[in-house]
C-alpha cells in the first residue's frame, strides 16, 4: 500500500480554497510528478506512492498557477497541446467552435482553414484534425505563441498541413498578407474589457494580449469583422468566439459588412460563438 490516497485527499482539501477543481487539480498534478496519465494514476491509486515533488506543485497550485502551466499541457478537442505562458490555455469552452465547424462542414469539407490569433495553434489543429484534405494558416502578433503552435504542429503529426504567419492586425493593410479565398476562418480573438476583473489564475499568468481587447472588448472585432469580405470566399463560413455579452454588438457589427450571424450557446448556456456566413 502507498500514500498516494491520502497525498491527493489532503491536496484536494488545501487546493479548495484556489481552484474550481481540486481534485482534479490533484490528480492532473500527481499525475504529471509520476510521469504517467491520469487514468493510469488512478487504476494504480492504490499502490502507488506520493512522489516527492508532489508538495511543491500542489503549493505552486495554491499560489493560483494554473495547472496547463505547471504540466506544460492541456488537452483540447481530444489532443494534447504543448502550453506555456506565451499563449492562452484553451478552454472546452472553445470546444464549441470545432464541434460547430463539423456540423458546418459535414457534406463538404474545407479545402483552406484561417485560424485569427491562433496562440497554441489548438484551434487550428483540431480543426484540420477533422478536415484530413485542409490546409490551414494560423496568424498571431507574438513570435513566442507561434513558435508553440509550431511545436504543436509537428508533435500532432500536422504540420505537413499548417502554416503560420507572425501577423499584428493594427498595421495597415495586414489582410492582403493572408491570402484570400478561405472556406472556413475560426476566431478566439481578445475579447475581455480592460476593466474586466479576471481571476488570479487568468490575469495574473496568462498573456494579457490574447485576453484584452479595449473598454468594451470589441477592438479585435472592429478590425477582423471588416477585413473578412477580404478574406472569406463568398460560400465561406467564419466562427467567431465571443464574450457571454457580445452576441448584439457583434451580430451587428458583422451585418454592417454584410453577414448574418447564426447565436449558439456553450455547455453553461452562456451566448458563446456567432456564425458568420453572407
Ligand atoms: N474565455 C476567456 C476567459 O476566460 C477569454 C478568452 C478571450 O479573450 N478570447 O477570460
Do not use: C
Request: net charge negative.
Amino acid at each position: 500500500m502507498g500514500d498516494a490516497a491520502v497525498a491527493l485527499r489532503e491536496a484536494t482539501q488545501a487546493l479548495s480554497e484556489t481552484s474550481d477543481s481540486p481534485r482534479l487539480d490533484a490528480e492532473l498534478l500527481m499525475a504529471h510528478a509520476l510521469e504517467i496519465e491520469r487514468a493510469e494514476l488512478l487504476l494504480k491509486l492504490p499502490e502507488l506512492a506520493a512522489p516527492a515533488e508532489f508538495p511543491a506543485l500542489i503549493e505552486r497550485r495554491r499560489q493560483s498557477e494554473p495547472v496547463a502551466h505547471i504540466i506544460g499541457k492541456k488537452e483540447f478537442w481530444g489532443l494534447d497541446f504543448q502550453v506555456t505562458p506565451d499563449v492562452l490555455i484553451p478552454r472546452p469552452d472553445s470546444e464549441l467552435l470545432i464541434e460547430e465547424a463539423v456540423r458546418a462542414f459535414a457534406s463538404r469539407h474545407p479545402q483552406r482553414i484561417l485560424d485569427l490569433g491562433t496562440g497554441s495553434g489548438a484551434l487550428l489543429l483540431a480543426a484540420l484534425s477533422e478536415f484530413p484534405e485542409a490546409d490551414g494558416l494560423g496568424l498571431d502578433a507574438s513570435a513566442a505563441a507561434l513558435q508553440i503552435a509550431h511545436n504543436n504542429a509537428d508533435k500532432l503529426g500536422l504540420a505537413g498541413r499548417a502554416k503560420f504567419l507572425l501577423l499584428d492586425w493594427t498595421a495597415t493593410n495586414w489582410a492582403d498578407a493572408p491570402g484570400s479565398g478561405f472556406d472556413l476562418i475560426l476566431a478566439n480573438l481578445p475579447y475581455v474589457s480592460t476593466s474586466a476583473i479576471l481571476s488570479k489564475d487568468v490575469a495574473g499568468f496568462e498573456p494579457h494580449q490574447a485576453l484584452f481587447a479595449g473598454e468594451d472588448g470589441l477592438d479585435d472585432y472592429r478590425i477582423i469583422i471588416p477585413a473578412l469580405v477580404k478574406l472569406l470566399s463568398p460560400a465561406g463560413t467564419a466562427l467567431l468566439e465571443i464574450g457571454f455579452d457580445q452576441a448584439n454588438p457583434v451580430s451587428d457589427l458583422a451585418a454592417e459588412n454584410g453577414y448574418h450571424s447564426e447565436l449558439k450557446q456553450d455547455l453553461g448556456g452562456n451566448d458563446r460563438l456567432l456564425i458568420l456566413r453572407r
